[in-house]
Each structure stands twice: as C-alpha cells, then as structure tokens.
C-alpha cells in the first residue's frame, strides 16, 4: 500500500464499508436479538423516508427550524463578528475579556435553556436564542484571532490613505478575514443547529426536534431513524457548502 | 522599580476584565431593585451569590457533581481507549484511512447529540444512556488526532528505530506512539470536552443523573435563584475542568 492510492480503490473500498455496515444492520435487524423495531429492517427505513419527503408536516417543520437557525446565526453571528472585531482591534479589550470569552465557549449551553425560556416565552423566540448563544462564542474567538493575522501592511496602507473605519472595515478587515469568517460562520452554524435542535427536542411545537420527540412519544422507530439521518444529511451538507462556496478546507484553516 | 509598570500593564486587562464582570453584576443588580428588570424574570445577583450555600447544602450539589464526573469518567475511558485503538488502525491502513478519515470528520461536525432519544430507547432512561451519548460525541476528535499524531511521527525517528532492527510492535510501541502522544492527548481532552457538554446537557434534557438534572429541577420548581447558582457552578466546574486539561496539555506539549 503505498502513498500513492488510487481513487478507485479509496471509492471501492468505501462501497465494501457501506454496503457490510448496511448488511450487518439488516442481520441485527432479522436476528431477533433486540427487541421489535430498536432496529428496524432497512426496508422500513427506507419507506419512513419516502414517507417524510411527501409529509407536508415535515416540510413545514423543516421551514421553522431552518428559520430559527438562520435567525439565530444572524443575530449570534453578526454580536459575535462585532465582539470579535472590537476584542481583536485592541489589545487591552482582548486581554481583559477574551479569557472570558475563550473559557465559557466550551460550557453546555443547553443549561442556559430555562432561563432564555423565561427570558423570551417558550415560542421560536427562545430556540432562537439558544442557537444566537450558541454561535455567538466560536465567531467571537474566530473573529479576534482574525483580526490579530491581519498583514500590518494592509492596515497602515489603509491607514495613509486616510480611509475611515467603516471603509477600513469593508476594504482591509473584512476581505482579509474572510477565511476566518467563514470558519467562525460554518462552526456557528454547526452549534446554532445544535442549540436549536435541542431546545426544540426539551419544549417545543414545532420543528425537526420536536418531530423526533414525537417519533419518540410515539415509538415510531423508523420514522425517528428517518428523520435523524436527514438532520444529520442536512448538517453535514451545509458544512461541507459553506467550506466548499469559502474555499475552505477545515484542516487548513 | 523598573519592573512595576509592567507588572501594572499585565495587572491592567485582569482588573479590567473583573471590574467589567462587577460592574454588570451590579448594575443589574440596581435595575432589579429599581424595578426596572422584573425580578420574577431575572433574579437579584446578591440572591443567586446566597442561594449558592442552599445548593450545596440542600441540593446535595457535590454528590451530583460526583455523578457527572464519574459518567465523564466512564466516557473519558469508552473515548481514550476506543478512539486512539481506532486512529491507530486508520493510520496503519492508509486505504481505509483514506476512505473513512473524510466520515469521521463529517461525524464531528454532526449533531450527534441528537441521538440521545434513539439511545434512550436502546439504553433506557439511566446513566448508560448519558456514558454513551458522551462516548459517541467524544470520540471523532479523539479519533482524528490520534491519527494526525501518528502522521506526524518524524521520519528519521522511525529510521533511527528501523537502523537498530526493531520489530513493528517495538516501532510503535517505543518510537510511533510516545512521539504521538502530545497529539493524541488533545485529541482525547477535546473528546472529552465534547462529553462533558453532551452528558451535562443530555442530564438536564432527560431529567437524569448529575448537575444537568439539577438544573433541570429547580426550573421546574421555579426556584429561579438557586437556578441561577446552578447554572454558575456547572460553569465554574467547565471552566476548572477546561483549564485544568489545557495546563496538562500544554505541559505535555512542552516536554515532547
């Protein structure tokens, strides 16, 4: 095996993986061992997913997460971008509260749900803000230590010819972070998605967590298979667009 | 005398930082008792600072604690033993390396948490549930590191080992993994970073187990001060775990 694999052996190999993982779940699924419906047939699966992409409920779930989440990385995103500039622009605001910043990113941000519950009602309001809580850490470190990778040169070139802060922004900061930009944004959504999902799944009427709540409730197991491959689908290509539209590569940058 | 002015700049950022920190404690605290923030909605900070006694004496909060460490515990090993065994197999198969290394990423970047209802079926509602939730979402990091640590071998090492005939066991064992394991270490804290949250939150969405059920508890009571206290010691107990493993990590970097 050398260093030099083909990309049809990779693409081979991939098939043999999928196709003994899926006939290794259809064995589990046959043998009996567990009980009815834990795992259910791949043909039962399968129809589940026909059957959400013909649910009208699905469509109109999907409609209301995908708002919160976008709501959510907006405001989240655009406080933490704003955070980010302002920390990363002075040194002394960045050694005061970055710390802050740095070591409440990776607490559980679920635990905060109650109170943004009795903040902002039990409606989208507080999924909403679970996800802008959420994104809002990732993009404010992204942002700042960004800022600090800027060249010098581009600033004082900005600087002698007297642009004013907002053209500064719009003609130095802002194209020369775009990489970090849209990393803070693609991790930002990864979290927001998270937040909203999980809020959804604790209290919610709507949305794609409360729809596998009620798949839960319901012990309809296909279904709830169905729709998490979907969730799961749908996260993992988002990520893969924003890195792909951004010309990122997670491992680079 | 020359030192002063700079150990005044390095005390500056810390003071400001904290005296921030104050400052909006007792603003809000004002607004409250001006009534310009409902206190049925936001507590008073001088409450939640007082309930903080009531929660560990009448909560039981370190018992709770303990339970959450010992399920991070549980998943810290299922997540060490399982990730670094299958990033070092990745690495020594670099086909399958290359067909699976894109998944594991595209694993990490995925709401796994969201299985917890589907493991609740499996597992039931109890602590297993929560290890394996943990389990699950720390082990993509740890996989990946571990493989990027193997990688990351230098050459000549491995050559200085090959010059004195070692076996492929000895290889590994006395040259491949020791120079990995800085690596392989923060592959495993952020694994286990990535545990702590997901068993935390998971206690708290399914009203099970630690610190996370605690929370959960006192909002169903409505006791909105010892909640807030809550919520600051499962903080604190991130950030001193946070810390704690990034000092380690650093000094483990240091020695390599």
């Given amino acids: ?253 | 005398m020359a030192n002063r002015p700079l150990a005044e700049a390095k005390c500056l950022p810390a003071a400001l930082g904290l005296g921030g920190l104050a400052a909006v404690l007792a603003l809000t605290e004002m607004l409250i008792r001006l009534g310009w923030v409902n206190r049925f909605i936001v507590p008073l900070p001088s409450e939640v600072f007082v309930s903080f006694e009531r929660i560990i004496l009448e909560e039981n909060v370190l018992s709770r604690f303990l339970a959450t460490a010992g399920e991070a515990l549980a998943a810290a090993f299922l997540v060490s033993l399982t990730g670094v065994a299958l990033g070092a197999f990745l690495h020594r198969h670099r086909l399958l390396r290359r067909a699976c290394e894109s998944w594991v990423a595209g694993l990490a970047a995925a709401p796994l948490v969201l299985l917890y209802p589907l493991f609740l079926v499996i597992f039931g509602r109890n602590a297993l549930t929560i290890v394996m939730i943990g389990f699950v979402s720390g082990l993509p990091p740890a996989i990946l590191k571990t493989v990027e640590g193997f990688a990351g071998t230098p050459k000549v090492l491995l050559d200085v080992g090959r010059s004195f005939s070692l076996s492929p066991s000895q290889l590994f064992w006395k040259i491949a993994f020791p120079s990995a394991l800085p690596v392989i270490f923060v592959g495993v804290r952020l694994g286990l970073m990535f545990s702590l949250i997901n068993i935390v939150g998971v206690e708290f969405l399914i009203n099970f187990g630690g610190l996370g059920q605690l929370v959960n508890e006192l909002a169903e009571r409505y006791d909105l001060a010892a909640m807030y206290a809550a919520i600051c010691f499962v903080i604190l107990v991130s950030v001193f775990f946070f810390i704690a493993s990034e000092k380690l990590e650093r000094w483990l970097l240091r020695s390599a």
């Avoid at chain 1, 622009?89 to 960045?94: D, F, M």
């Avoid at chain 1, 927001?192 to 794609?208: C, D, R, Y």
């Fill in chain 1, 1 to 253: 095996m050398t260093s030099g694999c083909p990309a049809l052996g990779v693409g081979l190999l991939r098939l043999a993986i999928l196709g003994t993982i899926l006939l290794l779940w259809e064995a589990l699924a046959r043998s009996g061992l567990l009980f009815r419906d834990v795992v259910p047939s791949l043909a039962k699966i399968a129809l589940a997913l026909g059957h959400l992409g013909t649910d009208p409920d699905f469509y109109r779930n999907l409609r209301g997460t995908a708002a919160e989440v976008g709501v959510s990385l907006a405001i989240g995103g655009s406080i933490g971008v704003a955070a980010g500039l302002l920390l990363g622009g002075s040194r002394l605001l960045g050694k005061a509260f970055e710390p802050y910043i740095h070591y409440l990113g990776p607490t559980p941000k679920i635990i905060f749900f109650p109170v943004m519950i009795m903040w902002f009602g039990i409606g989208p309001g507080s999924k909403i803000a679970m996800g802008a809580l959420s994104c809002f850490f990732p993009v404010a470190l992204i942002t700042a230590a960004g800022m600090r990778q800027i060249d010098e040169v581009l600033i004082r070139v900005g600087r002698s010819f007297r642009a004013r802060p907002w053209q500064m922004a719009t003609k130095i900061y802002f194209p020369a972070m775009r990489y970090p930009l849209l990393n803070g944004l693609r991790l930002g959504f990864g979290v927001a998605v998270i937040g909203v999902l999980l809020a959804e799944t604790k209290m919610s009427n709507q949305g794609l967590g409360f729809m596998v709540m009620q798949s839960y409730s319901q012990f309809d197991m296909p279904g709830m298979y169905a729709l998490l491959l979907v969730v799961f689908a749908l996260a993992i290509l988002v990520n893969a667009t924003i890195s792909r539209l951004g010309g990122l590569d997670s491992t680079q940058h």
